[in-house]
């Protein structure tokens, strides 16, 4: 399979504690996105990149999270201190350069934090 | 502000009759519109898009779609339902000159046999 992929699927966190999640694109896609899902809403955009560059970040992307996408292939999100409102889906999504092509999506990583 | 609609949390068909499934937006500017699909523990899958064109957007598993300028609509239909077809369905907008995609809520399907 081809798709998306990101780990861990699930993480179980205690407050305060530093989280990381990865996510791997599709290999000929430039673009990647980060988005956040909490139950009975859709996903929120958090922020993109461009290759290895961060072009756009939300004000949902508090200090407290950092995304990196070195080499412009994988991605890393970063949660630091976490609190309780933190838990949720976090998804990953690729697409081409193209302003009109669609975002493909990974499972997502499912943060709980205790 | 762009923002997506999708005024009906639920939707409940009986397999064999036609499906719609309501959206509304709002951006600045001609849209892109799209439409996914979320399983249990799974993805968002891509469905279908509308860019240009033809007003009437056929996708994936019979699906299509409605793009009305003038009601800032896109509905989503498909003729005859399955009971496979119960899942959970976005409605998304993205601006022409924009990166990022605003979902709607959501609506879950319920097709009963």
């Known amino acids: 399979d081809t798709g998306v992929s990101q780990n861990p699927r699930h993480k179980i966190t205690k407050r305060g504690q530093n989280v990381t999640f990865r996510c791997d694109p599709i290999?000929?896609?430039?673009?990647l996105y980060w988005y956040r899902q909490t139950l009975g809403q859709g996903p929120e955009f958090l922020t993109y990149?461009?290759?290895?560059?961060?072009?756009?970040k939300s004000r949902l992307l508090s200090d407290r999270f950092s995304a990196e996408r070195p080499k412009g292939s994988f991605s890393t999100l970063e949660i630091q201190r976490t609190e309780q409102g933190d838990s949720a889906m976090y998804l990953c999504?690729?697409?081409?350069?193209?302003?009109?092509?669609?975002?493909?999506f990974g499972p997502g990583t499912r943060l709980t934090v205790t | 502000a762009q923002s997506v609609a999708q005024p009906e949390d639920q939707v409940n068909v009986a397999e064999g009759n036609p499906l719609t499934v309501k959206c509304t937006y709002s951006?600045?500017?001609?849209?892109?519109l799209f439409w996914y699909v979320q399983y249990p523990n799974r993805g968002l899958q891509f469905l279908l898009k509308?860019?240009?064109?033809?007003?009437l957007v056929k996708g994936s598993y019979g699906f299509e779609a409605e793009f009305n300028k003038s009601q800032t609509s896109f509905h989503l239909k498909k003729p005859s339902a399955l009971v496979s077809d119960s899942a959970l369905y976005f409605c998304?907008?993205?601006?022409?000159?924009?990166?990022?995609?605003?979902f709607g809520k959501g609506t879950t399907l319920s097709v009963s046999s």
């Open positions: 999504a690729s697409s081409p350069t193209s302003v009109r092509a669609e975002q493909y």
């Open positions: 290999s000929e896609h430039n673009r």
């Open positions: 990149f461009q290759n290895e560059a961060q072009l756009e």
């Open positions: 951006v600045s500017g001609n849209p892109y």
């Open positions: 509308y860019i240009t064109g033809d007003n």
């Open positions: 998304a907008v993205r601006r022409q000159a924009g990166t990022a995609l605003i």
